[in-house]
């Protein structure tokens, strides 16, 4: 399987790149452009453009709204990981019917955040079983706060929250395929977990994995640098040396891909570690331009150099 190309990722949906990641109102005093970013980002999933990608054995994957959605189609119903804004049901109806005629019958959120989950109550109504990591109910259960970004949610509706939780590990198998999940220690969130498709060798990152872009750190839902250093340490564990990755955002990828975006969230962490111990202040850090070896390659999305600078810093 030969992954995307950044260029052809691009090319496929500009609501993906758009939805990468949440664009920021307010950052450490950062100037704030306008109104509501969540409701801005569902009015786009209004007319993005779902691409369908076929991995391996039966699991393909829908990019275009919100992160990646991957798809087990069969006789026992569709297995989707993560759901995508709601304003892009019909889109993301007909890019599941294109795959086959079965009904939903498994949802599983990779984390809480709402690009993820936005179409959470829609698929239930639709005949989904939502299952998740019971931080990811809690979460959708009570008010939450993206602090780095100025962004507020209150409770999902009660058709929109997990109905099947788990703390550790959970295993389901459906058509004739077997998926672990498994938590993360705090990574992007509190809330991730990774689905391991065991038979056709797929690992689903959710957003513990950025590709080609630098990751959003939320440490306001318990995320840190050090966890997703170790979660991509674990993402490099799993599998084989041929494990497909999906991205919670970007191509689909593969473990020297990974491998690279591991050594660079070291670098820069360790980079980042040592100016704060030398006394800098988080303007004199971001002076220093840490990130500058690495810009070109990841920087180019809406976390920047300068905002992952102030992200890794704010967790060293």
């Known amino acids: 399987m030969t992954p995307l190309s950044r260029r052809q990722f691009l090319a496929t949906s500009s609501a993906t ?9 307010t950052l450490f005093g950062q100037a704030a452009p306008p109104t509501d970013r969540a409701a801005a980002m569902r009015a786009a ?26 798809v087990l189609p069969g006789p026992e119903g569709k297995l989707l990981v993560d759901s995508g804004f709601a304003t892009s049901r019909p889109q993301i109806t007909e890019a599941l019917d294109g ?17 993820h989950t936005d179409g959470n109550e829609w698929m239930h109504s639709a005949g989904a079983t939502i299952v998740a990591h019971e931080r990811t109910l809690e979460r959708l259960s009570t008010p939450q ?26 295993t389901i198998q459906t058509n ?27 690992l689903h990152c959710g957003d513990t994995f950025a590709n080609g872009a ?14 997703m250093i170790r979660a991509a340490e674990r993402n490099l564990a799993t599998g084989t040396s041929s494990t ?3 991205p919670g955002h970007g191509p689909i990828g593969n473990k020297t891909q990974l491998s690279e975006s591991h050594d660079m969230l070291v670098t820069v962490r360790d980079a980042v ?8 202040t988080l303007d004199e850090t971001v002076a220093a331009k840490p990130t500058a070896a690495f810009d070109e390659k990841y920087g180019k999305a809406t976390v920047n150099g300068e905002l992952f600078t102030r992200l890794v810093y704010q967790g060293v």
């Open 99 to 115: 795959i086959s005629a079965d009904p939903i019958q498994h949802l599983i959120d990779t984390h809480w955040h709402f690009d």
């Open 145 to 170: 706060e993206i602090t780095a970004f100025g962004m507020h949610f209150p409770p999902a509706p009660m058709g929109a929250r997990p109905t099947k939780t788990f703390s550790t590990t959970h």
């Open 273 to 280: 570690a040592n100016l704060k111990k030398q006394g800098r």
């Open 17 to 25: 790149a758009a939805a990468a990641y949440f664009v920021p109102r």
């Open 45 to 70: 999933g209004v007319n993005a453009k779902i691409t369908t990608q076929h991995l391996r054995d039966n699991v393909h994957v829908l990019m275009g709204s919100g992160g990646n959605i991957a």
């Open 214 to 227: 630098y990751p959003f750190i939320d440490y306001s839902s318990g995320g840190h640098i050090n966890g």
């Open 176 to 202: 004739k395929a077997t998926l672990l999940l498994t938590h993360y220690d705090p990574a992007h969130t509190d809330t991730d977990i990774s689905i391991l498709f065991t038979d056709a060798d797929i």
């Open 244 to 246: 497909i990755l999906i």
